[in-house]
């Protein structure tokens, strides 16, 4: 299987600029996996030159369709910031120049701090006991996903779910591969129909709570993604998102808004 670098791999073109092309290894039902586009343009807000920090925020807004197979441009510049946090801007362009996505990214200098947890990771058999489950499409290849509850996610009682999931190919857990991961979940429309239908995400942001010790620690382990849905109104529906380590580390939030017909 081809690994996860060469699914997003960036070739440069120029400063704070590359070519890459949509791996239709990462196709989904309306086109590229958004956990593919999200990852991309992360990638290369962190490939800048001038790149500082590690990723403290990340907003996508998918503004059309990518096409599996194309070659895209993605684009990524510094906004501004202080000596602690830098604001970035990413971007993904298709060859006659239309945007496709963007994305909004602030980087921090972290320190030593004081430091609260609201909540506790849910209780869950371990990995090796659930059954191995890929999500639907080219890209569920990509993901082991082992589904401890809310699967199949249709005429549920509630919206809820939980499952272990990671990167099927080789490398340790990094700030890519956990962004890719925070769009591994089912769309929450489904689980009040009979089957699949239309969806697709508008924007999903992600917050890094994770220190750098806890990603080498979960290296190519599985990770929990505890999800609930919001509230669906007017074809449009939100989820958050948590995402846990094996040993009880909250790494990262997530909240998306999705349309769905």
Known sequence: MISFD?????KP???????????????ANTGMFGGWTAAAM????????????????????????????ADIVIRAQKLGGGRSLKSWR???MNDAGEFSATA????????????????????????????LAHPPGNF????DMRPVSGFPPFKCADTRSLAWVRVVSSGAL???????????????????????????TITMSVYFYATEAELAAVGEDHILSEVAGVRA???????????????????ATSEQLCWFR
């Open 140 to 143: 569920g290849t990509t993901i």
């Open 13 to 27: 073109t120029g400063r704070n600029s590359w070519s890459a092309r949509a791996h239709p290894g990462c196709e």
């Open 233 to 251: 109104e007017g074809s449009i529906s939100g989820l958050t998102m948590r995402l846990w380590s094996r040993h009880g580390a909250l790494l």
């Open 90 to 92: 990413a971007e993904i």
């Open 174 to 200: 990094d700030w890519t591969r956990l962004v890719y991961l925070a769009d591994a979940t089912p769309p929450r429309v489904f689980y009040i129909s009979d089957g699949p239908r239309p969806s697709s």
């Open 104 to 131: 909004s990214i602030v980087t921090a200098n972290r320190r030593d701090s004081d430091r609260f947890l609201e909540g506790v990771m849910p209780a869950a058999p371990a990995p090796a006991a659930i059954p």
């Open 6 to 10: 060469e699914l997003v791999a960036l």
């Open 42 to 69: 992360l990638k290369a807000a962190l490939s800048c030159e001038d790149a500082e920090g590690t990723p403290a925020a990340f907003t996508a807004n998918f503004v059309s369709r990518v096409e599996p197979g």
